[in-house]
């Protein structure tokens, strides 16, 4: 991860290991086993965490040691081309770091939707899902033009540490549906983002769509 200041929007720091209980009883709406990269957290409504509330979450990792992923539409006022600016071109509007999460607010995350062969060795990209890559900021970006379609860069991420999304899962603080390429780089943000990827959801979830992000503004 490539190092940057800190976004003059965004969430306080915070260890991967605190909680984000839920206000609200378990709707049985998630489930550990479909956790998987490309998969989306959704927080639900009785989630109180504020860092958390209203937040989608695109899932990179998952595994036995835990779960890792980033915090969709949430622009800061960081440009890009002011931290990286070999990078800014291929960027989709707006072109600024989004606050990917509470944990090494001062590392940046790239990702990027590219086409053609599987990349190789050196390619500076690593596939997570239906086309989306991790992107080595270390790399030259010229090499990667032509295979990137667009691509999104995130200070800091979320984390969960073994056991513990299972634990909020159950207590129906998240959802977790399928998740697009489109969801990584839309250019909605915050509530207007949940709601898009609820609406297109079925039964419960999809009436949840009608609800606030945040139960606070209710």
């Not at 390429?181 to 943000?189: F, G, I, M, N, T």
């Not at 297109?200 to 999809?206: C, D, I, Y």
Request: some cysteine; overall charge negative.
């Amino acid at each position: 991860m490539t190092p940057v200041p800190d976004p003059e929007s965004g969430p306080p720091a915070r260890p991967a290991t605190g909680r984000r209980r839920a206000a609200v009883p378990a709707l049985s709406i998630g489930r550990l086993e479909d956790v998987r990269p490309g998969s989306l957290l959704v927080a639900m409504p009785g989630l109180i965490d504020p860092t958390f509330a209203g937040a989608v979450v695109y899932v990179l990792d998952h595994s036995e040691t835990g779960t890792l992923g980033v915090v969709l539409g949430s622009p800061s006022q960081v440009d890009i081309r002011d931290v990286l600016p070999g990078w800014c071109d291929l960027a989709v509007a707006p072109a600024v770091f989004h606050v990917g999460g509470p944990c090494e607010t001062d590392t940046a995350l790239c990702l990027a939707r590219c086409v053609g062969p599987p990349p190789g060795p050196g390619s500076g990209l690593r596939p997570v899902a239906d086309g989306i890559h991790l992107v080595d900021l270390d790399v030259a970006p010229d090499p990667l033009a032509g295979r990137v379609q667009g691509l999104r860069v995130f200070a800091g991420y979320a984390g969960w540490s073994p056991g513990q999304l299972a634990g909020e899962l159950a207590e129906g603080a998240w959802a977790c549906v399928p998740g697009s390429p489109e969801d990584v780089l839309a250019e909605v943000s915050g509530p207007e983002l949940w709601r898009r990827v609820l609406s297109r959801q079925t039964g419960r979830l999809a009436v949840l769509s009608t609800a606030p992000a945040d139960p606070s503004v209710n």
